[in-house]
């Protein structure tokens, strides 16, 4: 069981940067694959990053490659999403999941077995 807390959502201007974070409960933390995903009402969770347990590998969506920066810290069982030059497209409500125990795969094949209830990102023009 791994229990998964997000912050660090709220109001930003476009252009504006974002750190959101995600806090796990649990000492299998460390052993679980790391994503982050969004959604908005009437559209699909979206994939947006991941990184393996390890932190060795990461997957960016092409949608926001080249924006956001996946990170984790396993000593504090924590993973964060840099965002940056944040659009009124990228609003939405935020989600950290947990999944893939034990794989060094990243991407959108990969199943998540644990998530968040989210944070609220709005982007002002």
């Known amino acids: 069981q791994v229990h998964l807390v997000e912050s660090g959502g709220g109001l930003v201007q476009a252009g504006g940067s974002l750190r959101l974070a995600c806090a796990a409960s649990?000492?299998?933390?460390?052993?679980?694959?790391m994503g982050w995903f969004r959604q908005t009402p009437g559209k699909e969770r979206e994939l947006l990053a991941a990184?393996?347990?390890?932190?060795?590998?990461?997957y960016y969506a092409d949608s926001v490659k080249g924006r956001i920066t996946i990170s984790r810290d396993n000593a504090k069982n924590m993973v964060y999403l840099q965002m940056n030059s944040l659009k009124p497209e990228d609003a939405a409500v935020y989600y950290c999941?947990?999944?893939?125990?034990?794989?060094?795969?990243?991407?959108?094949?990969?199943?998540?077995?644990?998530w968040g209830q989210g944070t609220q990102v709005t982007v002002a023009s």
């Open positions: 649990g000492r299998t933390f460390s052993s679980y694959c």
């Open positions: 999941a947990a999944g893939g125990r034990y794989t060094e795969y990243v991407g959108p094949a990969l199943v998540y077995d644990y």
């Open positions: 990184i393996t347990a390890s932190g060795g590998r990461t």
